[in-house]
């Protein structure tokens, strides 16, 4: 297990370093420079130029990218070029709303997909399958921002039982916070429940079919306790695997959602930052969003191991 | 059924009691951007004077809601030595809000540092003239002039030129410490900015004891937070297709105002074909300024014939000389030898007005022969290739300085118009300060550029407001594009 973890470790700081690479490379081959857009069109060439050396924007590329990879192992990510305030703060504090947001979204679309797919999947072919497979389809053909859209319109102005948008603060509760993040998470969430759904109900039919399933119900146990004792756990592979993919996605793709609730969050701050130029900020979210994604791959393979006592073996 | 509604109905009840005693002293605006910083003197952004200016930072003069220049840090003035040296007497109570007393130090520090070479001061180029600044006492001031600049009030007006103090001007950017009637309370990144009441203040208490700017730029997700009653006002309104809809709700209020903003579909005057002042003219005469107000901005916008705004007493009005004709701008493109053979690169900043705009301008040009290709650009693109490199043929831009028509006289500006008849008019223009030769001079300068076709100029773009109607005094017109709080208050 050891070995496995240090061989797992190596690979993903090559992981990162290649990333940063990359992310570096990239966008600093974007065109626009952040002074002249902090300056707008009145700015005079001294003043630009006196900005860039304010802001570090003279040196060559290698010194950039050797102090920017260096300064964030160290936990320092910069300063950010518009807000001047360190990008590590700005991003803690956009995460204490994008973490629970990709949270309760996910966890929102676990409560609707697992009980939708044990069902449609134990009653197959049925009417109840046919309509949670209908419903799924929508699931998936309905795009999240309009699903939004029409949530703020029901639920914030004909009713007024939410806020249309923005966030109050933790400081003003837990309940309170959780509340401006529904229904963002609800429209986050149903997508993701709907392909959830699909994937748990084929993994459990596969399960289904083979040789341990007619071996349990020989020995006695019920269908039903046959689904929940093995069925259930085998399945769980591809559902597992889908799930870490959902979190990545949910973390850098609540973007277009962050936007239609304007919500404070990492999405946000992405989306402002490249318009800005502010690419130091950019670049900083960017490597942590890479290594949120290499992290849930990791615990998703120590999670396959949890549930397939076979994978264990092999790893030994 | 009793029982379910006798709660809710208790509480309207409640609620429409306590309002009917007491008007509410808060205020929640919504603000399409969010300034970077909040510091006005060290960036270019306008989402900075929209949350600070004449809120939270005054200068020695500031614009009132019609653009006139009043008196706010500097009591009153005298011009000395042919309007070389002008003396400002100071207010002897004002105080800034960490207590620190205002003084003539301090406006030398401001003015200092905004002059200084190492400078990030976005509007560096309005101090330019000013030679050094003078401290007579602790309540008074001399500036003194390189030479006679009528503008120098003006310029003062700025949000880039107001007073800071030197203890608390490196925080600035985050901590804003101003004069203002408003204190800076606190800083919400990418949420909101709140501001509370400065009790100490100088002048006239403000009626509101506190103001949240809201930051939300998605057009429906403000339509959606108005609804929602979120928000009390959004003063510069992104959403110009729910305006019709909100003015026959009578919750709301719609203002219509104007702001300092010329949009213009600009020309680069320096290459080919638009050297040609015959090309510039056909493509002026191609253009249904009517049409592209209706389908860009759903009618909201006044055209305009030269740089200027409709609204200053010196306008002229010169729509008529660069009618919709594209007859007239066949017969010119055919006299210029181009046509039907003209391809041309229309680069689009990401504003609406830009983006629909160029729909609308690229079929109107299509009419008579000139293919127009858009390129759609980021900001910084566009601040990089056109507005730096001035790489373009064609572009559209609003200009929302105040008083820029002297971008004219910079043959290195972007549209890259060299005249120097226009140049040496507006040196003089620069050392006038009679207000009646400044006008003439003014309108001289409009009719030149009108002459030259030195750009297609479209229309002034409109300022839209939506407020609760029990809102009162928020401005009309955008002088400068600024969210003065100090005349706002709720009816009661």
Not at chain 1, 1 to 28: D, G, N, P, Q, W
Not at chain 1, 290 to 304: G, H, K, N, R
Not at chain 2, 144 to 171: E, R
Not at chain 2, 291 to 309: L, N, Q
Request: aromatic share 10%.
């Amino acid at each position: 297990m050891l070995h496995y973890l240090l061989k797992r470790s190596a690979s993903l700081l090559a992981t990162l370093l290649v990333a940063s690479l990359i992310v570096f490379v990239v966008i600093e081959v974007v065109p626009g420079d952040p002074a002249s857009y902090m300056l707008g069109m009145n700015a005079q060439p001294d003043t630009i130029a006196a900005l860039r050396t304010e802001l570090g924007l003279d040196e060559s590329r290698v010194a950039r990218y050797l102090s920017w990879v260096s300064g964030m192992v160290q936990g320092d990510f910069g300063r950010s070029y518009t807000y001047r305030t360190p990008v590590a703060e700005m991003v803690a504090e956009r995460l204490w709303i994008s973490l629970p947001l990709a949270s309760y979204a996910l966890v929102l679309s676990t409560l609707l997909a697992f009980p939708a797919g044990i069902w449609a999947a134990s009653r197959r072919g049925g009417i109840a399958d046919t309509a949670v497979m209908g419903f799924t389809q929508l699931g998936i053909a309905i795009p999240n921002f309009w699903f939004a859209l029409l949530l703020v319109l029901l639920f914030a102005v004909n009713l007024g039982w939410f806020t249309a948008g923005g966030f109050s603060g933790w400081q003003s509760g837990i309940f309170a916070g959780l509340k401006s993040l529904t229904l963002p998470a609800v429209s986050l969430a149903l997508p993701q429940a709907a392909i959830l759904t699909r994937v748990m109900r084929s993994s459990l039919l596969d399960v289904l079919n083979e040789d341990f399933m007619r071996t349990a119900r020989a020995k006695g146990l019920s269908s039903r306790q046959a689904m929940l004792r093995h069925a259930l756990r085998n399945a769980m592979i591809p559902v597992l695997t889908i799930m870490g993919l959902q979190f990545s996605f949910l973390i850098a793709g609540a973007i277009i959602i962050e936007n239609v609730f304007f919500l404070p969050g990492l999405g946000r701050l992405i989306f402002q930052s490249i318009a800005q130029r502010d690419l130091i900020v950019v670049e900083s979210v960017i490597m942590l969003l890479v290594f949120a994604v290499v992290m849930v791959t990791f615990l998703i393979d120590l999670a396959y191991a949890w549930v397939d006592p076979r994978l264990r073996q092999q790893r030994r | 059924m009793n029982k379910r509604f006798s709660l809710p109905a208790l509480l309207v009840l409640t609620c429409a009691v306590s309002n009917a005693f007491a008007a509410r002293t808060d205020i929640i605006l919504g603000v399409q951007l969010e300034p970077p910083n909040l510091d006005p003197t060290a960036g270019a952004a306008a989402a900075i004077d929209e949350v600070v200016y004449a809120n939270i930072f005054e200068g020695l003069t500031r614009f009132g809601p019609d653009g006139s220049i009043k008196p706010a840090l500097a009591a009153g003035w005298s011009i000395e030595d042919e309007g070389l040296r002008y003396i400002f007497g100071l207010r002897a109570d004002a105080t800034f809000h960490d207590g620190a007393e205002f003084s003539a130090d301090d406006v030398k520090f401001s003015i200092d540092r905004a002059m200084a070479d190492d400078s990030t001061n976005a509007q560096k180029g309005l101090f330019a003239n000013i030679d050094n600044v003078e401290i007579i006492d602790p309540l008074t001031i001399a500036i003194n002039l390189k030479q006679p600049d009528g503008n120098l009030l003006f310029n003062l007006a700025w949000g880039d030129a107001v007073i800071l103090d030197p203890a608390s001007a490196a925080d600035a950017a985050t901590h804003p410490v101003g004069t203002g009637p408003f204190k800076f309370a606190n800083w919400v990144q990418g949420d909101r900015v709140e501001i509370v009441r400065y009790a100490d203040y100088w002048g006239k208490p403000v009626k509101l004891e506190k103001a949240t700017f809201k930051f939300i730029s998605e057009p429906t997700a403000a339509y959606s937070a108005i609804l929602a009653g979120d928000l009390d006002a959004f003063p510069n309104y992104p959403a110009p297709e729910n305006l019709a809809q909100l003015d026959v709700d009578p919750r709301y209020s719609v203002v219509l105002g104007s702001t300092e903003g010329e949009t213009i579909l600009a020309m680069n005057n320096a290459v080919a074909p638009f050297d040609d002042v015959r090309v510039r003219e056909a493509v002026v005469h191609a253009i249904n300024r009517d049409e592209i107000i209706d389908g860009a901005m759903y009618g909201y916008g006044t055209p305009i014939g030269t740089h200027f705004a409709p609204h200053n007493p010196a306008y002229l009005d010169l729509t008529a000389q660069s009618a919709f004709d594209p007859e007239k701008s066949k017969a010119l493109l055919k006299e210029a030898g181009h046509e039907n053979d003209l391809t041309v690169t229309l680069k689009l900043p990401p504003p609406v007005y830009a983006r629909r705009g160029g729909e609308i301008i690229a079929a109107q040009l299509r009419d008579v022969g000139i293919t127009a290709n858009i390129e759609n650009l980021e900001w910084a693109q566009w601040l990089e290739q056109v507005f730096k490199g001035k790489d373009f043929d064609l572009t559209i831009i609003s200009h929302t300085e105040p008083m820029d028509i002297g971008i004219y006289a910079n043959p290195d500006y972007y549209f890259q118009y060299d005249n120097a008849d226009l140049q040496a008019l507006m040196t003089s223009l620069n050392t006038e300060t009679d207000p009646d030769k400044r006008t003439e001079l003014l309108q001289q300068a409009q009719q030149i550029i009108a002459d030259d076709y030195v750009n297609a100029y479209l229309f002034q773009l409109a300022r839209a407001g939506v407020a609760n109607s029990r809102i009162k005094g928020l401005w009309e017109n955008s002088p400068t594009q600024a969210n003065d709080l100090t005349g706002v208050y709720w009816e009661e």
